[in-house]
């Protein structure tokens, strides 16, 4: 779970979309479908990694001051932007807060606050001030499988651009983070970000 800044070089591709919407709307309908039918069977489940270990805990790895480095890349792999991300993060109870501070490689900054509450089923739900709705969190094993949709604004236009965003614990000190961006199906890029607590 990041940020992700107003990119002025995907403007042109968001306006095209834009003008598209309704068009795109009835012929990704009936190809997603089609694909789901196809590919359903091999989708990745969070359930996969029950086994692996170390188990998450994120009450206790997302727990006092945090940094992370992450990329953004275009739907070519081309990298648009890189950043760091400076997290304080706490929790009462089920209730945690993660403060995050990004940094970008073109200077600009950017805040974001999340809120994430434990469910009596070990699972999460997030919000933050540009999350639509509620972030759902599946947690199994070293595993979160997060899905939500953000408010992306770009050149003065804010656009809804859905998240499939997956995190993995590689031990004590280091989670990875890798996001897959899409709008009606149609792949933006993707978002890879490496967590890191201080001893």
């Known amino acids: 779970m990041y940020g992700i800044p107003a990119f002025a070089g995907m403007a042109d591709f968001f306006e095209i979309l834009s003008g598209l919407e309704f068009v795109m709307k009835k012929l990704l309908s009936a190809c997603l ?13 969070v359930s996969d990694y029950r086994a692996e270990t170390p188990a998450l805990d994120l009450r206790q790895y997302f727990n006092g001051k945090l940094d992370a480095w992450g990329m953004f890349q275009d739907r070519s ?8 991300v400076a997290m304080l993060a706490s929790w009462q109870g089920e209730v945690g807060t993660l403060d995050e501070s990004f940094t970008y490689s073109d200077g600009t900054a950017q805040k974001r606050v999340w809120t994430l509450t434990r469910q009596p089923d070990g699972n999460y739900i997030g919000r933050a001030a540009d999350v639509v709705g509620e972030a759902r969190g599946e947690l199994s094993g070293n595993a ?56």
Request: net charge neutral; hydrophobic share 45%; proline share 3%.
């Open 77 to 84: 792999g081309k990298v648009i932007k890189r950043f760091h």
């Open 33 to 45: 479908m089609t694909f789901a039918l196809l590919s359903g069977c091999a989708s990745v489940e």
């Open 144 to 199: 979160l499988h997060w899905r939500y949709v953000l408010a992306l604004p770009v050149d003065g236009k804010v656009y809804h651009v859905d998240f499939d965003d997956w995190m993995f614990l590689i031990d004590d000190k280091v989670m990875l983070n890798r996001s897959f961006m899409s709008k009606f199906g149609v792949d933006l890029g993707q978002v890879t970000l490496s967590f890191t607590k201080p001893d």
